[in-house]
């Protein structure tokens, strides 16, 4: 009984954040000609764009497997086997996030823009940017980070060393 209504509650919260979070872009579908989106596509395919939502549905129903295994371990294998049939059946519905990002595609750049993207990601200079750009991404976040540590430990000391100079001024001399 607390199973079902925890999915409820999760269900409904989900189904308002997703109406909410795709009601704009319903609205602004009909701007675009099939060209238009069609280059859109293109581009996001050149850069593989999409890959990094593969795992989506993977996780999502590993996360349910795991929940509902929780609440009832007996009955694990049917709660395996279903989950994997509901997660088959919704792995249809990844056409309307690729849609999704074809239109923000869209939504940012013309479709004379959109074709020279095409262009230059199917050159070897815009292969390489796509075969590059996660571990670049990557690297340049962990660079950060790391300069963020560095430069919070010398902030720290700094702010430290001038009031502790601060105090020392403000003492009364003896």
Known sequence: MKLKSV??????FGAVMFALAAAPVQAQTSEFTESHLA???EVVTATKALSSFDDILPLLAEQTRTLFV????????EIVDVTSEVALKLAAKRADLNKTIYEIWA???TEEELKQLVAFYQSPLG???TDNGPTITALAIGA????QDQISSELVAMVREELEKRTAAEAPKQ
């Open 7 to 12: 999915f409820s509650a999760s269900a409904a």
């Open 39 to 41: 280059a859109a596509k």
């Open 144 to 147: 950060a980070r790391q300069w």
């Open 127 to 129: 292969s390489k940017l």
């Open 70 to 77: 929780q609440a009832d371990p007996a009955r694990t294998q």
């Open 107 to 109: 939504r940012r750049f």
